[in-house]
């Protein structure tokens, strides 16, 4: 059963007591993802058209703060997510991050009501994918500018953590493309390294001393 809890800054996130662990800090959800991923990821391309992969949907903020910024700077996004637990609609229809980032409650729904398997264009800049699927058995002729890297921790899912996951992620990326991810723990960085990829640390979000920035090399 999964139940929404309120993190520092006020956004919810979830608790699975399956993996038992929550989908983000509690220091705060939109904070995390922000910093990590919009901050440290979207906005660190110049692209005008992107390409970017989550690994791990979950409630949606991801995809969700990724379109409310490819909006704002006009940048087209393909948007490819994979989540094998798709979350409820009785517990994501009540998960108050557009009442915090002044957005209306219907394009969090939208993100989450639209076709699994299809692409579907959300809105001018934002067109989405969803695939209920595990990263293991994940395949596509896409390749990616950005990877959102967003499992449970290394401990509560080591498979996806794996040299295994990450030479397929390298694999996904464009030549100048780019992973990042809330996690910095060291043999996660050395793995990410043994496949090809260039790593940067970088300030983490509170809570967190580091994050990881992962490029690919050609």
């Known amino acids: 059963m999964n139940k929404i809890v309120i993190t520092n800054d006020g956004s919810h996130s979830i608790?699975?007591?399956k993996i038992n662990e929550c989908y983000h800090s509690k220091?705060?959800?939109?904070?995390?993802?922000?910093?990590?991923?919009?901050?440290?990821?979207?906005?660190?391309?110049?692209?005008?058209?992107?390409?970017?992969?989550?690994?791990g949907m979950g409630t949606g903020l991801n995809t969700l703060l990724t379109k409310q910024k490819a909006n704002i700077k006009k940048v087209n996004v393909s948007y490819?997510?994979?989540?094998?637990?798709?979350?409820?609609?009785?517990?994501?229809?009540?998960?108050?991050?557009?009442?915090?980032?002044?957005?209306?409650?219907?394009?969090?729904l939208d993100i989450?009501?639209?076709?699994?398997?299809?692409h579907n264009i959300i809105d001018e800049y934002f067109n989405l994918r969803k695939d209920c699927?595990?990263?293991e058995s994940f395949t596509t002729d896409t390749k990616f500018d950005i990877?959102?890297?967003?499992?449970?921790?290394?401990?509560?899912q080591p498979e996806l953590w794996s040299e295994q996951i990450f030479r397929k992620?390298?694999?996904?990326?464009?030549?100048?493309?780019?992973?990042?991810?809330?996690?910095a723990k060291g043999i996660v960085k050395r793995t990410m390294k043994k496949v090809g990829f260039d790593i940067e640390v970088l300030d983490g979000p509170p809570g967190k001393r580091q994050?990881?920035?992962a490029n690919k090399t050609s």
């Open 15 to 17: 608790f699975n007591d």
């Open 27 to 55: 220091h705060g959800a939109i904070v995390e993802a922000e910093h990590v991923f919009i901050r440290n990821g979207f906005s660190r391309s110049i692209k005008k058209d992107l390409s970017i992969l989550e690994i």
């Open 169 to 183: 992620m390298f694999d996904l990326l464009e030549d100048d493309g780019f992973l990042v991810t809330y996690c």
């Open 133 to 135: 699927i595990n990263a």
């Open 112 to 118: 989450h009501i639209c076709d699994w398997g299809k």
């Open 211 to 213: 994050m990881t920035k």
């Open 80 to 108: 490819h997510a994979i989540e094998l637990y798709p979350i409820k609609k009785n517990v994501f229809s009540k998960l108050n991050f557009t009442d915090l980032i002044g957005m209306h409650q219907k394009e969090l």
């Open 147 to 156: 990877i959102y890297f967003d499992a449970f921790s290394p401990e509560k």
